[in-house]
C-alpha cells in the first residue's frame, strides 16, 4: 500500500482532486451537479476510449499523431456504411472497427516492419487520412444517419448515465486486461523496460509493435462510431488535432515514455484531469483559449519531471562497491 | 577454507568443453581452452581482466559462437550448436551482472516469463506463473514478495529472483559473473547459504569472481585463464591466494621495459578525492614525463577517477591542483582548456563519430583555432593540421575523407589520440590504451606512449594488460574496490605484487 | 576567398545525391508543364510559386537544422504564428493607436516577432539540452502551448491593420526579383557557410551522429543544440513576416500545413531522419520540388484534399524509399564483407 502512495497515478488523483476542490470553491454551484458530471463524461468518453488505443504505444516508446485522422476516416466510412448498406448498430461499430484497424495498420506496418520514426511514418498518415476523409466528405458534414442508430445514441442508463459509457467501460477493461493477461501486453512492459532482454527471453518486438498500432486504430475506430451515436452527425472538421489532447491525456496520466510505466488507471486519470480543467475554466470563465496554453504547459511539465527523475536516478547509482 | 564438508560431491560430469576458441577481428579472446563441470560442483572460473572468461561463459550461454572445432558436451551428449534458448533448454542458466531482468515487471514475471513465453499461448496464465514462482524461491528458502515490481526490491533481492528464474527454468549449471559485487556481508553469506543448498540438489555452479576470499569459502574447484589461454583446473583444497595469483599472472608474452629518461616537476595533484558509490579518498602526484598507471580489476573505480578529471563525473569532496593552482573541473570543454586530453575506454561509442571522416574526427577539439579572418573554416589549414598529425601518429592508410569507423581498431586509437594531440594537452588520460588491438599494434601504441612523455607531457594510463603495465609505467597506482591499495615503481615492481594489491585487502597479503 | 570556392567546388563534386535531385526537379517540372499544357511555366505561376516557396523553405531550413541533431522542431510552425500574433498586435497598436509612423510600427512590429520566436527556441533548447526531454516530446508540448498563446491573444480572430508600407515585405522586387525570395536566397546562402563552413556546424553534424563522442571530445552539447533550435525559430520568424505580409493580416493557423511538407522536404533532401547528414543544397532543391508538385496540383485543378492525400503519400514515400536503398546498401556491404572474409 505505501508502494501505491509513491506512485505516479497518485500524485495524478492528487492533482485531480486539487482542481476538483478549487472549481468547487469557484463555482461549485454549476460545477457539483449531477447534471455537470455526466456532462463531462459525456463529451470525454470519446477521448479516453481513443486513450485507451495510446497508452500501449506511449508505453513502449512510441507514438501516433494520426489518431484524429483515423477517427474522422472511421467516422466517414462507418457513417457511409450505416447510410448505404445498413443501420444495424453492432454492424455499424464493426464497421468503424474494421476500418480503425486497417488504417492503425498500415501505421503498425511502417513502424515495425519499415522501422520508420513513428512521429514521422504517423505524421504522414494523418495527411493522407485526413485528406482522404475530407475529399469523400468534401468538407460537409455528414447528416443522414440512419434515426435508428441516432435514436440509440440518445439514450440513457440509470438515468443520466448514457448509454456510451459501455464501450468506455469495455474498452478499458480489455485494455486493462491485454495489458495484464495477454502476453502481448506483458511484452509491451517487458519491450519498455529493457528492449534487448526482452528479444531475448522471446518477445517478438516486430509482432508487438504491429499489433500495438494497429490496436491504437481500433481504438479509434470505436470511439469515432461512439463520437457519430452521441452527436448524431459526423463533422469532418473536429478531428483536427484530436491526436494531441489524447497523448496529452496519456502522458499526463504517468505513462512514461522511459521504462514500460503506466496504466489504464492512470490514463483514465489523465482524461479526467483533462476534461476537469475544460469544465473548470468554462465554469470559472476562463476564456478557453488558455486550455491549449495549459495542456501544453502540463505535458511539458510531466514529461521534463520524467527526465529529471531518470537523470538522478542515473546519478545516484552505485558504480563502485568503495570499501 | 573449504566449506563443502560433508557433503557428497556427485562425480558425474555435467558439463564438458574442449578445444573452444573465439576470434574477434583483432583479437584472439579463447585459445583451445577446455573446462570440465561435475554435477552439484561450486566451480570458479578465474583470470584477470581480458583472460577470456566473460568470452567463455559468453559461449556456454550461447551469445557467442565459438571458432570451429569447439566440442561441447552436456551431460555425455554432442551439442552442436548453442543458441541462448537452447543453452537454456539443455540447463545452462548464466546470470550476468545486470541480472537482465525487468524493473517493471512483477517477481513472478521475471521468475516465469521466459518458460511461459514458450508454451506459445497467448493469454497469460498468472496462477500457473505464480505457483512457479512461489515454487522456485521455497526452493531457495527464503522470503519474497511474488506480486511486486522488481524494481521495489533491494539489489540482493533482485540477484535472488536471478536465481529463482535460473531453477524455475530447469537450470542444471547456474553461471555467475561477478554475483557478490554489489552485496553486503549478510546478503553475501545467505547467497553463498543457497548455493551450497543447491548442491544438494546437484546443480552445479560456475563462479566469475574477483575476490578470492569469498571463493575459498564456498568453491571446491578454480579453473585458471590466462590471456585466452587454459593454465589448468584445481582442487580448492590445494590452492591458496598467492598460488591462484602467480598462476593468473606468469606468463611468455612481454613487453620490453621502456624506462623513462627522466622525470619532471609536479603537474597535477590530487588530494582526497571521494564520490560516493564511486571512489573514496584518491590521492596522487602526476610528474612531467612521467607516465602513472592506474591500475586495477575492473570496477575498481579507475575510469570513474580519472573521468573526475575531465569534467565528466563531478567528485564530492576533495581537491585538485593543476601546476600549482586549484582547480574545479566542470566540464569537458573545461578541461581541455586547462591542458588536459582524455582518450576514453571504448573508442567507437566514447571516443569517435565512425559516421564522419577521419580529418573531422581528429580536429573535432580545436576547430576554432582553425579559422580565417572572417570566422570560417579554413580549409587549407585544416587540411595541413590533419595531415600533420596523420604523419605523426602514422595513421594508416593515410586518408583523411575516410570514414572512421572503415579503419582497424589500431587505427581508430591512433586517430583518437591524434584528435588530443592536436590539443596539445599538458596530461594525456587515456584508459584502456591497447583494448582489443592486436600485439604488434600495442607496441607502436606503446612507444608513442613513452615518446610522448619524454617530450614532457604527464600521461594517466588505466590498464588491465599487466605486460602493458609492467613495461612503460613510471609508477602503477592499485586501485581497488574504489581505493588505492598500493603505490608501486614501476622500474622494479612484479606482476604478484600488483594483483596481491588488485585482488586482496592488505590484510589477506601473506 | 581562393579556398572558399576550392573548397565549395569540391563539395558540388562530392554532391551527386543533391544532382539526382537536381534532376527529379527538372524532370517533374516538365510533367507538369505537359500536365498542365504550359500553364507551369507561366509567368503568372511562377512568380506565384516564388511568393510562396520563400516562407516554406524558411519554415524547412528550420525543421532541417534540428533533425541534423538527430531531433525534430514539430513547433516550428506555431512558433512562428505566435511570435506573427504578436508582433501584428504589436504593430496595430504603435501604427493604428496612433502612437507612432508606419515605420515606428513595423520596425517595432518585427523586432517583437523575432523576439517572441527567440524565447519559444529558447524555451526548446533549454528543455532539450539541460533537462534533457527527447526533442519530439518537447516540441510537441511548446507546439501546442504556443498555438495556445496565439489563440489567446488573437482570440483565433485575424489580425489586420498593418501600415500600407508593410506589404513591401511581400512586394518589393530586388533586380526583378520578389523580396521574399531575395531574402530566402541570402539565408541559405547563410545557412550554407554556416553548416558547412563553420566550426559551430561541424560541431552540430557531430552531434548529430553521436553527442556522447562530441561531449567526450569536450564540446558543449547544450550551447549548441540552444543555438539550434533558435536559429530554427528564427527561421519561422522570417517565415512568419513573409506570410503576414502576403496575408496582410495574422492568423493561428495561417501555414498550418507546412509542418508535414517541411518534414518531407527535409528527409527528400537527403537528411537522414536520425541525424549526422544532410546537405543544405539538397533541402533547397527538395524545396522546389516540393513547392512545384503543390502548385502543379492547384493548376490541375486537383482537390485540395486530395493534394493533402499526395503530400502525406509522399512523405511515406520517401521514407520508404530511404528505407529500401539502406537494405540495399548494407546487403551489398555484408556481400563485400563475406567476399573479404
Redesign the interface.
Known sequence: MK?WVKTKEFMVLMIVLTIIIIVSIGNGKAFLTTENFFDILKSNLILAIAAMGMLPIILTGG?DVSVGAMMGCASVLSAQWMINVTGNIPLAFAAGALSGILLGSVNGF?VAI????P???T??????????M??IT??NWISNIPAGFVAFGKQYVFGYIPVQIFFLVAMAILTWWIL???????GV??V???MV??E????NVKKIQFLLYAYAGFACGIAAVVRTSIFGQVDPKTFTGFE?KV??AV?VGGAS?N???GSVFGTLLGVALMALLENGMILLRI?T?????????I??AA??ID??RA?RAEA???????? | MLSNGGIIVNQEVFLQVKQVSKTFPSVKALDHVQMIVHKGEVHALIGENGAGKSTLIKILAGVYEPDLGAEIEIEGQCIEKLSPITSVRHGISIIFQDFSLFANLTVAENIAMGGAIESGNAIVNWKEMSVIAKHSIERLGVDIPIDVPLGTLSVAKQQLVAIARSLACKAKLIIMDEPTSALSKGEVDLLFTIIRNLQKDGIAVVFVSHKLEELFEVCETFTVLRDGKYIGTYPASEMDNNKLISLMVGRSVTFDRMPSKGIGETLLEVKNLTKAGNYKDISFELHRSEILCITGLVGAGRTEVVQSLFGLNKPDSGEIILEGKSVKITTPEHAVKLGIAFVPESRQTQGLVLRQNMRDNILLPILNELVNKFGLLDHKALEAESDKWIKEINIIPAVPEMLAGQFSGGNQQRIVIGKWLATNPKILIIDEPTNGIDVGAKSEIHKLLRFLADKGMGIIMISSELPEVLAISDRILVMRRGRINGVFEGETVDSESIMNKAFLADKNIK | MYNFLKQTRKTIRSGSKEFMLLGVLVVIAFILTVLTKGKFISMANLQSMASQLPEFGFFTLGMMICILTGGINLAVVNTAAMSSIVGALVMVKIYAGGQGSAGTAIAIGMLAVFAVAALGGLLNGFAISFIGVTPMLATLATMIMFEGIGLLLSKGNAISGFPESFIWIGSAKILGMPFPMVLFIVAVIVYYILLEHTPWGKRVYMIGCNPIATRYSGVNNNKVLMKVYMISAICGALAALLIMSRYNSAKVDYGSSYLMKSVTATVLGGTDINGGYGRVMGTVVAVFIIQSISSGLNLLNVNRFLTDVIMGALLILVLVINFASSVVKNARKKKQNAIKA
Open positions: 508502494h507514438i511502417l519499415l522501422k520508420i520514426p512521429i514521422v511514418a505524421l504522414g498518415t494523418a495527411s493522407v487520412y485526413m485528406g482522404l475530407s475529399y468534401n468538407g495484464k493477461y495477454t502476453f502481448l501486453g506483458r512492459f517487458a519498455g523496460g529493457n532482454s526482452a531475448r527471453i522471446g518477445f494531441l497523448i496529452g502522458v515514455i521504462g514500460g510505466y476564456p483559449f488558455w486550455q491549449k496554453i495549459l495542456i501544453g504547459a505535458i511539458l514529461v521534463s527526465f529529471i537523470k545516484k547509482k552505485i558504480i563502485v562497491d568503495v570499501t
